[in-house]
């Protein structure tokens, strides 16, 4: 056999065995299992079937059933809630009718009570009726009565008016007489006065008398030495007082010319004098920088008034009380003191030294003349500058006021000499002439008694007298061989004294 | 094919009894008689036989096993082979016990259902066709539903609905003269055009079960009983069948896989004889690792190298393929093209008497 062949034989044989094995397992077989399986197959699938099935219906009943459960607590629920509603409802009614039968009877109370209001109401109408009538005719009545009321009170208005106007008639003649009564009186006293007597022996008498010019040289005294720089007169007296470079202050008498006293004390040269109202005391003003007062009875000095730090070129003293001294120094200042007290009371400085000062009348304000050349006026209690005015264009050497106190002479190295009206510090007069030479910064010059004339001291030793109505010169006194350096008028009308430097007082009547 | 008809519906005959350990009801339950696919595997039995048993058994979850005469049975084995291997007499019904519980984890490989089943075969085909093309690729690009029918026409036993899939893969087939020769209805497709198929060298995907027995015996029922599988050894191993080789034979083809086996080489002489062969030590072979694929080009990949060896000094007693006893001078080809299993396996159980 070839190969292929047996190849061949080979594949058939196996073939037929492929189909014997076919024969044997699974032909002879399967019938018999497919028939054994079915039954259980399908058995198994139809019990399946089933069982899903009959699941499903019990789900199903289930769910009915959740579903009616619920229904059924949801109806309870309701009925339950009908049924307490049901019972609240009755209960209300219940109530309801409870409270019916009390309205009920409420009500038929108030009827009766409103018939009986009804009644009162209609009985109060009636009276209210009448009431009313009442009221209108008092009414009338009233206004009547106020009608009446008014007209008496204007007639009496009118009355009390005319009454007044006969009162004003009777007070007006009244005044007038008064006043008639009393011009005529003044007229009376008016005339009376102006042709007035004027006793000599009365008080005040010497203000009358006329002040007659000096022309005669009396007495010629060698006062001091050195000098004499302050001269003056007591107050209504005959008696000179001067204080020199020899620090004397010498008493004279003028009709005699003789030395009546001598004051010592002063430590420097006596630059100014000053004599109290009452003829008491005398100040000096020393250059030595203190003021002493002496006592003139007893001559001895009982103050001594330090504080200025420069000479003291000017005092004053007041003419009202003998208490305040003014003093003016080189030092700028013007110090007011107290006599009683002892000390100064008031300092004032001012930039331009005072030369010469004096009070005025009322001893309240003093005027004091300066270096700058002009003249003013101070309160002495507030110490403040009350006025001031250009008085000359040099230095104020003498300020000296008149016997009646409204006018001011100041002299001036200007060489002119002014009258001042102390109020209104308006020039009223001006004195000059050639050849009066104002000798010093301290040369001081004085008005008469009777306020008509001005004595003046010159550089060549001649006193010149103006006369302030005429406004002239009316004498020339030539006596003095020095200049001439203070004038004073005696307040009897005369004499007149001057001093010069060398220390000579003449006498002038 | 007429050939490959017969080897698509062949069923053995199974009386399947329940494990006594399992029985809860009384009296006990029937054996279910079912029949299995030769080509198919035993987990995919269970959903036909738990219908005979669900009543009876004990509540829990239930993992499928089987076994024969207390050897419990390889899953991945095609129930065929395994018949063919444990039976050397063919017992119709073949008799076999289920069990529910205890899985012999020691023993057999985690088994979890169908899946498991269908990605054992799934790596199998993938094994095949690396031997025979040399690559993987169009097993691996095989799409979800190609996949699915064709695991579905296995399980089913659906000729026709296999071969529509498996011509996509473009297996080689073996040049085989024989085919025109052997069947009247010839110029049937064996599944795909021969123009893609022409390879000079074919490698034939093969895996082999070697039974060796210590005694003695003339007839198959004689043979003493197996108990266990250290007796069987497992040889994965492909053979080349080359062109020029006209004729290239079972024998031939044994000579290359158990060569130890054939000391004289004549054809006639190695009929089933008794020829003595010297001592033989014998190396248990377990597990048959189906998941490995073939990594060396042209080499066998085996789990035990040394396992291959069978002792010399053997006499094969047995050669069955597909329940069948097919003649030595059967030409390979043919038994390549016709005998093969749905994962392109050629699946050859030997029985191989040891001289002690």
Known sequence: MSQEEVAIEAIKHALKALKKRHLVEEGAHAPAYIALSRP??????????????????????????????????????????????????????????????????????????????????????????????????????????????????DRWMLQKMQDAERLNEANALYEDMIERL??????????????????????????????????????????????????????????????????????????????SQSLFGCLGSVLDLAITHDNRSIIAASSSNNLFVWDVNSGRVRHTLTGHTDKVCAVDVSKVSSRHVVSAAYDRTIKVWDLQKGFCTNTIMFHSNCNALCFSTDGLTICSGHVDGNLRLWDIQTGKLLSEVAAHSLAITSVSLSRNGNVVLTSSRDNSHNLFDIRSLEVCGTFRTTGSRVASN???????????????????????????????????????????????????????????????????? | MEAQKYVWEGAIPLQIHLHESQVTALPPPPPALILAPRIGYMPLLASLIKPYFSSTLPPGVDTIWFDYNGIPLKWY?????????????????????????????NVLIPCEGEDSVKWSFINSLK??????????????????????????????????????????????????????????????????????????????????????????????????????????????????????????????ALKTLLPELFSDESLTNVKLGGVDFQDAVRNPNEDVSSDKVVEDHGKNAHKHPEAGHISSGGEIKLIRIQGIEPKLEIPFSWVANNLINPDYFLHICVYVKVAQ
């Open chain 1, 40 to 153: 259980i197959i399908s058995q198994g699938s139809e019990w399946k079937e089933k069982a899903e099935n009959l699941e499903m219906e019990l789900q199903q009943c289930y769910k009915a059933q959740s579903r009616l459960s619920e229904q059924l607590v949801v109806e309870v629920a309701e009925s339950r809630a009908l049924k307490a509603s049901l019972q609240e409802k009755e209960t209300a009614l219940a109530e309801m009718e409870k409270e019916m039968t009390q309205t009920r009877d409420e009500c038929s109370r108030l009827k009766a009570d409103l018939e009986e209001k009804v009644k009162a109401l209609e009985l109060v109408l009636g009276e209210r009726e009448e009431l009313k009538a009442q009221l209108e005719q008092l009414t009338i009545r009233a206004t009547n009565a106020e009608a009446e009321n008014k007209k008496l009170v």
């Open chain 1, 182 to 259: 009393k011009a005529s009186g003044l007229e009376k006293l008016a005339r009376e006065q102006v042709d007035g007597i004027v006793r000599r022996s009365e008080e005040g008498a010497e203000f009358f008398s006329e002040s007659t010019v000096p022309s005669v040289c009396k007495h010629r005294i060698n006062a001091h030495e050195g000098g004499c720089a302050s001269i003056m007169f007591e107050n209504s007296s005959g008696r000179l007082i001067s204080g020199g470079q020899d620090r004397s202050i010498k008493l004279w008498d003028s009709t005699t010319g003789s030395l």
């Open chain 1, 442 to 509: 301290w040369s001081r010059s004085c008005i008469s008694p009777d306020d008509n004339q001005i004595a003046a001291g010159s550089a060549d030793g001649s006193i010149y007298i103006w006369s302030i109505s005429k406004g002239d010169i009316v004498s020339t006194l030539k006596e003095h061989t020095a200049p001439v350096l203070c004038c004073a008028w005696s307040g009897l009308g005369k004499p007149l004294a001057s001093t010069d430097k060398n220390g000579v007082v003449c006498t002038w009547t």
């Open chain 2, 77 to 105: 084995v095609p129930t065929g082979v395994l018949f063919d291997l444990l039976c050397p007499e063919p017992e119709r019904p073949w008799n076999i016990t289920v069990h529910f519980r205890g899985y012999p984890g």
């Open chain 2, 127 to 252: 094994e095949a066709a690396y031997i025979m093309n040399g690559n993987c690729k169009n097993v691996m690009n095989m799409s979800q539903s190609d996949q699915s029918e064709l695991w579905n026409s296995v399980m089913n036993g659906n000729l026709e609905a296999y071969q529509r899939v498996s011509s996509k893969l473009k297996l080689a087939t073996f040049d085989d003269e024989y085919r025109t020769l052997c069947s009247q209805k010839s110029q049937q497709s064996f599944g795909e055009t021969d123009l893609t198929a022409q390879v000079n060298t074919g490698r034939v995907p093969i895996r082999l079960y070697v039974l060796s027995i210590r005694e003695d015996f003339d007839d198959l029922d004689e043979m003493p009983r197996i108990d266990c599988w250290e007796k069987i050894s497992y040889i994965n191993r492909p053979v080349e069948i080359h062109q020029e080789d006209t004729c290239f034979t079972l024998h031939d």
